[in-house]
């Protein structure tokens, strides 16, 4: 079946514009979590979504960052007033939700976001 | 606190060495997950293998290998006969059981970056 698709690939924007980006978890998947993995780093935790509920979004760096899946399925990623520190490559993982545990998270390719 | 610690940036080695990628973690927790993942080239994390805070059994899957040992807190992942396909990041991850009803995220070490030469 498909897995997680994210879309763009890749993202070149001037400093303080915004950006939206996008995720297609795998059909069916109740949680979903986006990373942020800068150049040469491991991928650092920025928010968690249960289908349309966002549970946890300790990790967003700033009030700049916000996510949405509004009906459960899709997610979006949009940084207001982009930065130069932001950028990075954003990851997009989906897991079933099956009791007690910590499923495995299926991963999409990623967006590179590059800020000038 | 949480944390993953992988020692070693990176390592080179030759087509058909064995390898072992080190990974140390800390947790507070009774009950975790351990994870690996592979990062090639191309980008996309691919996951390796799951395993939960009360399963120390070690595993083989073909050539890779996994070795956990709780009194040292420590999940090693070993390639055996290394290829050329082989190169690419590799990441050790934890996750805490979730509570609640949620998921827990994944913290991730910084990863050991493999280049196997032919």
């Known amino acids: 079946g498909a897995g997680v698709s994210q879309s763009p690939r890749y993202k070149v924007a001037k400093r303080g514009q915004d950006v939206a980006l996008r995720c297609d978890p795998i059909?069916?998947?109740?949680?979903l979590f986006w990373y942020q993995q800068a150049l040469g780093q491991g991928p650092e935790f920025l928010t968690y979504?249960?289908?349309?509920?966002?549970?946890?979004k300790s990790g967003l760096p700033s009030d700049r960052f916000f996510a949405e899946r509004p009906e459960g399925s899709v997610s979006t990623l949009k940084i207001q007033r982009t930065q130069q520190e932001d950028s990075a490559v954003y990851l997009c993982?989906?897991?079933?939700?099956?009791?007690?545990?910590?499923?495995?998270?299926?991963f999409g390719p990623g967006t590179r976001l590059t800020v000038l | 606190a949480q944390k993953v610690t992988q020692a070693q940036t990176e390592i080179s080695v030759v087509e058909k060495e064995d390898v072992t990628l080190d990974c140390v973690y800390e947790t507070r927790d009774t009950t975790y997950y351990l994870f690996w993942y592979k990062q090639p080239p191309s980008g996309e994390l691919v996951f390796l293998i799951r395993?939960?805070?009360?399963?120390?059994q070690n595993e083989i899957s073909g050539r890779y290998s996994w070795n956990f040992q709780k009194s040292t807190s420590s999940f090693n992942f070993t390639i055996t006969a290394s290829q050329v396909v082989d190169s690419a990041v590799y990441f050790c991850?934890?996750?805490?059981?979730?509570?609640?009803?949620?998921?827990?995220?994944?913290?991730f070490g910084k990863g050991t970056k493999l280049s196997v030469k032919p």
């Open positions: 059909s069916g998947h109740v949680s």
């Open positions: 993982a989906s897991s079933t939700l099956q009791g007690a545990g910590t499923d495995t998270q299926y």
């Open positions: 395993r939960n805070s009360f399963d120390e």
């Open positions: 991850a934890l996750s805490e059981a979730n509570y609640g009803g949620s998921q827990g995220n994944l913290i």
């Open positions: 979504f249960q289908n349309e509920a966002q549970l946890d």
